[in-house]
């Protein structure tokens, strides 16, 4: 077995991947590599999307996806688009079927380059998310940031897009909260026993908002696709949307934007853009790596 594997550095609206091809191989990325990875300013990523030969019929992978600090993650939604894409250009499909942690995603790459994912049906049940205490109506919950009389971020919507995320309403551009000082305290909070991600949404319109993550496992993200497809659903569930919306990720360059739908068959569908930056191999078991020469350019 060769020591070494390939590996892109992609980004799904800023969001940093690393897409590895562990086809046929037994092993995994272990945390100790990730964590050396997510260390090294060349390779900085928020998460790992590992392609692994298939294990169920009828799929055409499974994909481990492994978090900054070492630990698994159940979905990534804009890691799944630049998993995509990396097939794509691979084999000419533009059709896929992946197993992962949170069940089977289908996705689709379109003429115009954005690819669709379905990421699967939001999951509303208190035990299910999970959350510590019971909730009858996890569309508002009793969890807030601040003084009592005047909290900073209070009364989250919370669901599981394959994982789990709180949606904090906020009246005031996202940016503008200090997330980086609240995001750990949110994520590690005794009401969520595997932790959460946390976002904040400014809803623009009916068919707009605006978000900004802490993910879990990862920190301040530049974009977050399974909290974009929270965002969504839960600005739909709570009469602030339509059940189709853009979302603006405001952290994310450019202001990038998503397109979520929560269908009448309650499946949940994100469409975006996926970016190839650079190429090279790595050793995923100790992290070390070695970035492939750029083409040349010739003279005209």
């Not at 990396?86 to 995603?105: C, D, N, P, V, W």
């Not at 569309?139 to 789990?164: F, K, T, Y």
Request: charged fraction near 20%; aromatic fraction near 6%.
């Amino acid at each position: 077995m060769a020591d070494t594997v390939e590996f892109a550095k992609m980004n799904g609206l800023g969001n940093k991947i690393l897409v590895v091809d562990m086809r046929g191989r037994k092993d995994r990325v272990t945390p100790e590599a990730a964590i050396a990875l997510a260390a090294d300013p060349a390779t900085n990523f928020d998460q790992i999307m590992a392609i692994h030969d298939p294990k169920l019929a009828g799929t055409d992978a499974y994909i481990d996806i492994v978090n900054c600090d070492g630990t698994r993650a159940q979905a990534c939604g804009n890691g799944t688009r630049c998993v995509v894409q990396a097939l794509s250009a691979e084999t000419g499909r533009k059709a896929f079927t992946f197993q992962t942690l949170a069940g089977i995603l289908n996705a689709q790459e379109h003429q115009d380059g954005t690819i669709s994912v379905d990421m699967g049906k939001p999951v509303f049940q208190w035990d299910k998310i999970p959350l510590s205490e019971e909730f009858h109506d996890t569309s508002r919950i009793e969890l807030q940031i601040g003084p009592i009389d005047n909290p900073v971020l209070h009364s989250p919507a919370v669901m599981s897009m394959g994982n789990p995320h709180a949606i904090f309403w906020v009246g005031r551009d996202p940016m503008s909260f200090e997330l980086e000082r609240f995001g750990p305290l949110l994520e590690n909070h005794p009401m969520f026993p595997e932790r959460a991600n946390i976002t904040l949404a400014q809803v623009i319109s009916p068919t707009e908002m605006v978000t900004r993550t802490w993910e879990r496992g990862a920190g301040l993200t530049l974009a977050c696709g399974s909290a974009a497809c929270s965002a969504g659903v839960s600005g739909a569930r709570t009469g602030r949307t339509e059940r189709k919306v853009d979302i603006v990720v405001a952290s994310s360059p450019n202001r990038g934007k998503l397109s979520i739908e929560w269908r009448a068959d309650d499946h949940v569908i994100m469409t975006g853009p996926a970016e190839w930056e650079w190429s090279g191999t790595l050793d995923p078991v100790s992290g070390s790596f070695t970035r492939d020469a750029e083409p040349e350019v010739q003279a005209q």
